[in-house]
């Protein structure tokens, strides 16, 4: 009997990067139901898939709007028809604040800002659309990562967007560090308060991450929530407790190319494929489904090396085999096209519309 | 006064590679000579730059023939007029074999096996485009990657494609591991004095590795030599002493997008376009010409963030910086085009015509 990935192989060559629809459907829905338990619109992150086709699969199951990180991909899901788009990033230069003008005099987008050079380039992006540019200030409670580090830059950040005709004040864009939830909390109590005292308030508190679908609703006050990995899952979502192996909607279809040692083996992806994300030091750089005990020690570009030393049985050259990424969206961000199935049935090809849209 | 990297942000956008023509032909020229100087033909890797534009600078330098390591890629170039091809792999699976049939019948290819269940696969690709294919043994001299382990198995394996019609042995594949060039001759002359035995010689004689251009020519019987990364070199190559700062020719455009706290910068380049290879260790994922102190500590897919402690120095928000990644080869493999500049002027843009072809 020749397996599906096989198949896959066969038609679509190998390596090839598949998704289970079915699977993908249950995430949608799972995404779906955990924002409405938590009483927070549901804006997933195309970061993830790039693909207008899935996020139309999100917003039929009730996504209100899209965030995007790069307004390249935002001018993708703009042309596609999506009119409610978060950028979560800071956009600057003259070359894109021309075009966030001309995407935001057709398209409902607002953008995110974590410092004043970035604040003031902004406007004249709403000049250009002939109306207000919707701004939230992103706010690092802890992660390290981007962000105002204090609530009160916060707030003299939204004083700033709120004192510029193009612009709008909008809210604030939190990305909470897992374990620290009391202190994203407090960090957000302190800036809404500030936000009182000068006459604004914010109409948006986005929160982000699959991992803190764990804890989604604990944050008072956040209006939306950012997902983006949880539609198709990897190896770190297992890792950190929010996912199990048959959430994992994509693997990359590989052909065991070599056997050149009793306890070695070489598949055809390497670098190029699954990407050198260790995933936060999981061990090896994916999980090969048909044989979990091997490990993918090391890549090359194109071949993944294959420490078989711990399997009983082992792969011959030619075997075609199922591989779970450690990181899924950098996996999506290298192919032009995902290999869609369902029920044992190869679909056909979804286009990855918005890779390579850097800038 | 606008930098020369400020410009390409602006017309083609952050983040953008960037390559110098100049640069780029310098290191084909050295590439060249050194071949030359060596005795051997000079055959690059196009895996490095997938572009036959660039392919055709090196072909009018001297190179004969290119080396591929994917069957997609080489369909590219075969397209784009190139009929002497090398593809350094493993070819197997009933579709890749259909095409390599094809693309036998009107381009001269020759293919790298290890394998005895490859071997057998391969010679339906000669029966379809009626004449034999050509077949290198791959040969592991001790790097423990793709390649037979003994002399013993690589006779057999040359006697086994000798043995078929539809194929033609045609030598040897290798890549000598950089500190143990004895050990590797010893393999190849161990296999030479085996094929006499047989009846067999090889005709080819491939090495392989920009590294390994520090001592080309010492390896007696090499007929060609296999060179992908030199022609713009990287981290990689400055770290193992075979390129200077002076000959990489490629760099990432990239710009400050927030300057988080005292030490701390982001970048607007993450995993999604430095790519998370470390280069062995090498610390940091890229080297900030501007701020060769600054630290680019982490990333995100698409935030690459900097540890600026070490700087005097430090940069603003919104200032084009360039940035030597790590690894060329798998940054390339991100982006559709490469912005060409000559003379501190953008020439054009340079489509990277083989990416994406995994398969």
Chains 1, 2 share one sequence.
Request: with cysteine.
């Amino acid at each position: 009997m020749t397996t599906l990935a096989a198949r896959v192989a066969r038609e679509y060559g190998s390596p090839s990067v598949m998704i289970d629809l079915d699977v993908v459907a249950r995430n949608v829905r799972r995404l779906q139901d955990a924002c409405a338990e938590a009483g927070v619109a549901n804006r997933p992150h195309v970061k993830t898939h790039k693909s207008p086709v899935i996020a139309s699969i999100q917003r039929a199951a009730g996504a209100q709007g899209i965030t995007c990180q790069k307004l390249g991909e935002a001018e993708v899901f703009a042309q596609a028809g999506f009119d409610d788009i978060l950028i979560s990033y800071n956009i600057l230069g003259p070359d894109k604040i021309g075009r966030l003008g001309a995407l935001l005099g057709t398209t409902q987008v607002i953008v995110a800002a974590d410092n004043p050079t970035v604040v003031a380039g902004l406007p004249e992006a709403g000049a250009i659309a002939g109306r207000p540019l919707g701004v939230v200030v992103e706010c690092d409670t802890g992660r390290g990562r981007a962000g105002v580090e204090t609530p009160a830059e916060a707030v003299a950040l939204a004083r700033d967007i709120a004192s510029r005709p193009d612009l709008r004040f909008e809210g604030l864009l939190l990305y909470a560090p897992e374990d620290r939830l009391a202190q994203t909390q407090a960090f957000l109590d302190t800036v809404r308060a500030g936000l009182v005292d000068h006459g604004l308030s914010a109409r948006i508190v986005s929160t982000g991450g699959t991992p803190n679908l764990k804890t989604l609703g604990a944050i008072r006050g956040a209006t939306e929530h950012r997902a983006g990995t949880v539609v198709f899952n990897d190896r770190m979502m297992m890792a950190c407790g929010v996912a199990t192996l048959e959430d994992c909607a994509l693997h990359v279809v590989a052909t065991v190319v070599s056997r050149a040692g009793e306890a070695r083996g070489i598949v055809d992806s390497g670098s190029k494929t699954l990407t050198s994300d260790t995933g936060g030091g999981l061990g090896g750089f994916g999980l090969i489904r048909e044989y979990p005990q091997a490990r993918i020690a090391k890549f090359a570009e194109e071949h993944g090396f294959l420490d078989l030393s711990a399997c009983a049985a082992r792969p011959v050259v030619g075997e075609v085999v199922r591989i779970v990424p450690n990181h899924v969206c950098v996996v999506v961000n290298m192919v032009d096209r995902l290999v869609a199935v369902r029920n044992d049935e190869i679909v056909g090809e979804i286009p990855v519309a918005a890779r390579g849209k850097l800038a």
